[in-house]
């Protein structure tokens, strides 16, 4: 079974730039999560997908950030423009009907 | 006080002994808790999973819950040098299914 499918892997780009992440979630898993890991620091939950509804995205900068996950598998975070203090590593996950959430490989952000 | 507490370490352990790391977390409706390991410039990676009071093992892992007590320890025995991660403990809120994590526990395991 393959897993949890981030795109890019890395991505270097300028202040005020405007960047995206994609993320494939595991098949059939109809939650999907968008996370950002600081450096020295546990994943910190940005928005939670249901289907293609978000359910929970209380913890998204809504200035800057959004998120759509188009006919509930796919989903694209978006940045827009880009701060320093966005450099990160941004996660996404799945789960099924468990609470058992698995991460894919993360997109590594570099703003400088 | 933070949602998940743990000791960022690191702790180090020689090969082959026992790792315990812990966890504590503040709200009391909690129903689920998880360890994931991460190696450096990786993601989390699922470990275990633990929603009642007692141990469970896992191979050479061992959850043990203790909600009176609010804390979750993870022991590892036979600790080997591919061992050597953060472990990240996370838990479920009793409000939901936001996933919280600590900041994580470096162990290293030294020959």
């Known amino acids: 079974e393959a897993g949890v499918v981030q795109s890019p892997r890395y991505k270097i780009i300028e202040k005020k730039q405007p960047v995206a992440f994609w993320c494939n979630p595991i098949?059939?898993?109809?939650?999907l999560y968008w996370y950002r890991q600081n450096l020295g620091q546990g994943p910190e939950l940005l928005i939670r997908y249901e289907n293609e509804e978000a359910v929970d995205d209380s913890q998204l900068p809504k200035d800057r950030f959004s998120a759509e996950r188009l006919k509930g598998v796919d989903s694209t975070l978006k940045i827009q423009p880009a701060e320093l203090g966005d450099s990160a590593v941004y996660l996404c996950a799945s789960s099924s009907n468990t609470d058992t959430q698995y991460f894919g490989p993360g997109t590594r952000l570099t703003v400088l | 006080q933070k949602e998940v507490e743990q000791n960022s370490g690191p702790l180090s352990v020689p090969e082959g002994a026992i790792a315990s790391l812990n966890c504590t977390y503040s709200d009391r409706g909690s129903q689920s808790f998880f360890w994931y390991r991460q190696y450096s410039g990786k993601s989390p990676e699922l470990i275990m999973f633990?929603?009642?009071?007692g141990d469970k093992e896992d191979g050479r892992f061992t959850a043990q819950l203790n909600k009176a007590s609010q804390y979750v320890s993870l022991l590892i025995r036979d600790s080997q040098p591919s061992d050597s991660a953060t472990y990240l403990c996370?838990?479920?809120?009793?409000?939901?299914?936001?996933?919280?994590f600590g900041t994580g526990t470096q162990l290293k395991v030294e020959l």
């Open positions: 996370a838990v479920i809120g009793g409000g939901g299914n936001k996933l919280t």
């Open positions: 098949s059939g898993h109809n939650t």
């Open positions: 633990i929603y009642s009071n």
